[in-house]
């Protein structure tokens, strides 16, 4: 029967062709499958992000906790996200801090996992995380770790409670009308970057991480433009100068302000002190003095004051801790 044996090879084919056959079938596989997070995300986030976002542990009889306040070790706790609110945006991975924080360079300060503390993610893992994010982030049946779940939250994240920030955030953004990208475009064009807090809220947060030392005072006044808007600003490593600050006075809805590593010092303060919404301010490696402090009396709001490496002392520390004994100030 030699027509039989024939048609074990149906018909000629080059190699080229079975190359470009198996690699558009791959391509056209890897467009529509939805990612499962469980089987093909979780290892991944298991080996490189969970050892340091998980449940409160003892390690040397010390209780370690969470990174920024941050679980990914439960879909409802990364859907509850940090102790600065949402990190995941379902349909929007750019939007995502969880994902774009693993898609900085390796050497920003803000790249994860933290150079050399754990295995980064290749090409290929960013891509799939990125896709289940833009998929809609479904957990699909995995729950992870239920310990220390708040009652009214279900084992899939659903009705999340808002946390206080969250809830500080949504009332800055009420009646606020969200912008477009052409609104911020002179902070952009300046080196800036812009990115709404969430995908539904009208706040941005502005940084300038993409130029650092070359923002200057010119570059970060463009600020001004959306200057309503702004609830975070990140002017670590800039070139800012005191004066260059004063801007910073007309945005009534700062939360979030960091400048670090800059060469800022008391009289940076001033625009600083009628901030009433301000819970976060980073002064580490500033040419900040107690006379500077003195300045953040009135600061009732402050949460959170970092001052390592800038040039106050123990007196000044303690002086505005009566000021203000609610707020943690970090500084050495
Ligand atoms: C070696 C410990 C370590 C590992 C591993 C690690 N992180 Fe972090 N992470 C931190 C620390 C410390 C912070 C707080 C400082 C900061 O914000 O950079 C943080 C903060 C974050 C934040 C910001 C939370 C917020 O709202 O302030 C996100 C998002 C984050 N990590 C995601 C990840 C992801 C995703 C991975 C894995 C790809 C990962 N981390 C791996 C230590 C780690």
């Not at 349909?91 to 920003?108: I, V, Y």
């Not at 479904?138 to 992870?144: S, T």
């Not at 490496?309 to 002086?319: A, F, L, N, P, R």
């Amino acid at each position: 029967m030699p027509l039989m044996k024939t048609s074990k090879v149906p018909f000629p084919i080059s190699a080229g062709a079975v190359l470009l056959l198996s690699l558009s079938s791959s391509a056209v596989w890897s467009q529509d499958e939805k990612v499962d997070f469980e089987k093909q995300l979780w290892p991944i986030l298991e080996r490189s992000c969970v050892k340091c976002h998980k449940a409160p542990h003892e390690e040397n009889g010390r209780t370690v906790k969470p990174k920024a306040g941050l679980r990914m070790d439960g879909a409802w706790a990364i859907k509850m996200g940090s102790e600065n609110g949402a990190v995941l945006t379902p349909g929007n991975a750019e939007d995502s801090e969880l994902w774009w924080r693993t898609d900085l360079p390796e050497d920003d300060d803000d790249f994860m996992p933290p150079t050399g503390k754990a295995d980064p993610l290749s090409a290929e893992e960013k891509a799939l995380f990125k896709k289940w994010i833009d998929q809609g982030a479904d957990f699909g049946e995995w729950v992870g770790n239920l310990e220390g779940k708040p009652k009214e939250v279900s084992n899939a994240g659903d009705k999340m409670p808002v946390s206080e920030i969250q809830e500080l955030y949504q009332s800055l953004g009420n009646g606020l009308d969200p912008l477009k990208e052409e609104a911020w475009k002179d902070i952009t064009s300046a080196g800036g970057r812009v990115m709404p807090l969430a995908a539904d809220s009208p706040l941005l947060s502005v940084d300038f991480r993409l130029v650092r030392e070359e923002a200057d005072d010119a570059k970060v006044a463009s600020i001004s433009s959306v200057g309503d808007h702004i609830a975070q600003l990140d002017l670590s490593k800039t070139a800012v100068t005191d004066a260059g600050l004063a801007p910073v006075a007309e945005l009534p809805r700062l939360v979030k302000l960091n400048l670090s590593e800059t060469a800022v010092s008391d009289a940076a303060l001033d625009p600083v002190s009628g901030l009433e919404n301000l819970r976060y301010l980073n002064l580490y490696g500033t040419q900040v003095t107690d006379a500077g402090l003195k300045k953040l009396a009135g600061l009732k709001s402050l949460e959170n004051l970092y001052l390592w490496q800038s040039k106050v002392t123990d007196k000044g520390v303690k002086q505005l801790q009566k000021a203000l004994p609610d707020t943690r100030i970090s500084w050495k």
